[in-house]
């Protein structure tokens, strides 16, 4: 089993940044790919970005490209999500996920672990 803890959720005005960090413990593997989801109320999940153990493979999800950049430190077997220029319909609950992906990336299904999640508010 892994353990997923998101913090750095919190209300920001529009223009401005935030930083999520999601904390993994348990059995964490090279293997896993870490990212993030976010919901918003009736709606399904939306994937934001993904990055593999090492860093060489991201993934991004077309509504946060070059606002979102998503990063890790295995010795902390941390992993964060630095979001800059936010706008209101980023206003979502995010998830922090970690897994062994297939061939969608961006499939919620792909991913076998999901932390509490965090809210976002971006008010305009």
């Known amino acids: 089993q892994v353990q997923l803890v998101e913090s750095g959720g919190g209300l920001v005005q529009a223009g401005g940044s935030l930083r999520l960090s999601c904390a993994a413990s348990g059995r964490t593997s090279s293997r896993y790919f870490m990212g993030w989801f976010r919901q918003e109320p009736g709606k399904e999940r939306e994937f934001v970005l993904a990055v593999s153990w090492s860093g060489s493979s991201t993934y991004y999800g077309d509504s946060v490209k070059d606002r979102f950049t998503i990063s890790r430190d295995n010795a902390k077997n941390t992993v964060y999500l630095q979001m800059n220029s936010l706008k209101p319909e980023d206003t979502a609950v995010y998830y922090c996920?970690?897994?062994?992906?297939?061939?969608?990336?961006?499939?919620?299904?792909?991913?076998?672990?999901w932390g509490q999640g965090t809210q976002v508010t971006v008010s305009s």
């Open positions: 996920v970690a897994g062994v992906i297939g061939n969608n990336p961006a499939a919620a299904r792909e991913y076998e672990y």
